[in-house]
Nanobody, 122 residues
Framework: QVKLVGSGGGLVQAGGSLRLSCAAAVRAFSDYAMGWFRQAPGKEREFVAAISQKSSKNYAEHLRGRFIISRDNVKNTVYLQMNSLKPEDTAVYYC????????????????WGQGTQVTVSS
């Protein structure tokens, strides 16, 4: 069982940056791949980024270069650094985990966090 608690969301102006954090309550954090998803109002949840147990990273192609995923296996935390934010980045952001990176990349992870709201004003 993995409990995920996301934080760091908020209101930011277009062009600004935010860093989301997701703390995992799990015995062996380093055994899990981690990821981020987002869901904008009226839209389906979409994959944002994933990071494997060995810190290999994957991104949604349209977000590559602005968003950076990282992990700290000592703090049991995964981060999402979001730069050059746009109003269309407004969404609830969810962290997720699974033992398989493939499950995250295919949007079917075993564990989900509660979501944190990011609002980008124009």
């Amino acid at each position: 069982q993995v409990k995920l608690v996301g934080s760091g969301g908020g209101l930011v102006q277009a062009g600004g940056s935010l860093r989301l954090s997701c703390a995992a309550a799990v015995r062996a954090f380093s055994d899990y791949a981690m990821g981020w998803f987002r869901q904008a109002p009226g839209k389906e949840r979409e994959f944002v980024a994933a990071i494997s147990q060995k810190s290999s990273k994957n991104y949604a192609e349209h977000l590559r270069g602005r968003f950076i995923i990282s992990r700290d296996n000592v703090k049991n935390t995964v981060y999402l650094q979001m730069n050059s934010l746009k109003p269309e980045d407004t969404a609830v952001y969810y962290c997720a985990s699974d033992r398989l990176t493939f499950s995250i990349r295919s949007s079917s992870p075993s564990y989900w966090g509660q979501g944190t709201q990011v609002t980008v004003s124009s």
